[in-house]
């Protein structure tokens, strides 16, 4: 037989409980509260309150729970996350400030699960602007864009025409971004929604570099730039976005999964290289 606590014991327990955060006592018999009924009970009007309970002439009235909060309108939350994306970016008057407006930047739940903001990496004074999808796992722990496998290729590709990321010289050298700043999950595909809040950001990030030409890196940033999809299309010719020449080139990850296509892609160097030399 189990030894009753003493008053001593038991307010201990009590104590200990409250310390922990406990707030309601819970009666030994489970409740279904999915069950139970969505009213609650007041005195009748005029009757007088008691906490120990009613007298045998109370009757309490039945009052239906208030309706549950309509959840926001997912259309009307994207719209004003837009919204205050355009007024941060348009506040932004160099790319310090930009990249202070988007760490700021509160709608996009990518930047919960990331380590790093990456912002962009080499010469913003170069002529070429080179914009990539999203950061990947190498990119997220270092901050920058393309580092990894695929950007160790970006360089190579870059250095057969001349042109390097590192360089001083404006003439020589890229910059690159991304349309995401922050990886998403398992490296999926960035959603519609998170493409359509980030675009303010990328849209000044273009005007305050000031590039010549950009190339687009892949279909997500043919999507968001070019509003089209299928590289494999549009590859090789160029197009126009946000008043500057657009050349559409495969990402390099897209080229290790399929090392046949570098022939088009050395095919688009050479064209962008082409481009440069006309000045």
């Known amino acids: 037989m189990e030894q009753e606590l003493s008053l001593i014991e038991a307010r201990a327990l009590l104590e200990w409980q409250v310390e922990l955060g406990a707030t309601e006592a819970i009666g030994d018999a489970p409740l279904d509260r999915y069950e139970a009924p969505q009213t609650i009970e007041k005195p009748a009007q005029g009757?007088?309150?008691?906490?120990?309970?009613?007298?045998?002439?109370?009757?309490?009235?039945?009052?239906?729970?208030?309706?549950p909060l309509a959840a926001e309108d997912p259309g009307r939350m994207l719209e004003a996350?837009?919204?205050?994306?355009?007024?941060?970016?348009?506040?932004?008057?160099?790319?310090?400030?930009?990249?202070?407006?988007?760490?700021?930047?509160?709608?996009?739940?990518?930047r919960l699960g990331a380590r790093n903001l990456v912002f962009g990496d080499g010469n913003p004074a170069s002529?070429?602007?080179i914009i990539g999808e999203a950061p990947g796992r190498d990119e997220d722990m270092q901050g920058k864009p393309f580092v990894?496998?695929?950007g160790q290729l970006l360089d190579r590709m870059l250095a057969a025409?001349?042109?390097?990321?590192?360089?001083?010289?404006?003439?020589?050298?890229?910059?690159?971004?991304?349309?995401?700043?922050?990886?998403?999950?398992q490296n999926r595909d960035p959603s519609p929604a998170e493409i359509a809040m980030l675009?303010?950001?990328?849209?000044?990030?273009?005007?305050?570099?000031?590039?010549?030409?950009?190339?687009?890196?892949?279909?997500?940033s043919c999507l968001a730039l070019l509003g089209r999809k299928g590289i494999s299309r549009l590859r090789g010719s160029?197009?126009?976005?946000?008043?500057?020449?657009?050349?559409?080139?495969?990402?390099?990850?897209?080229?290790?999964r399929n090392p046949v296509m570098k022939r088009?892609?050395?095919?688009?160097l050479l064209e962008l290289r082409a481009r440069l030399d006309k000045g």
């Open 47 to 67: 009757a007088p309150a008691n906490a120990g309970g009613r007298s045998e002439g109370d009757h309490p009235q039945a009052v239906a729970a208030p309706p």
């Open 81 to 110: 996350a837009v919204s205050e994306a355009r007024a941060a970016a348009a506040g932004a008057a160099t790319l310090d400030d930009l990249r202070a407006a988007m760490g700021a930047f509160s709608h996009c739940d990518l």
């Open 127 to 129: 002529p070429v602007m």
């Open 148 to 150: 990894g496998a695929a």
């Open 161 to 185: 025409i001349d042109l390097d990321r590192a360089s001083s010289d404006a003439a020589s050298s890229v910059y690159i971004t991304n349309i995401l700043p922050w990886r998403p999950p």
């Open 199 to 220: 675009m303010p950001f990328v849209e000044r990030h273009v005007q305050l570099a000031a590039p010549k030409i950009l190339v687009c890196m892949g279909n997500i």
């Open 238 to 256: 160029w197009m126009q976005a946000m008043d500057l020449p657009v050349m559409p080139m495969f990402h390099p990850a897209y080229l290790l």
């Open 264 to 268: 088009e892609a050395w095919a688009d």
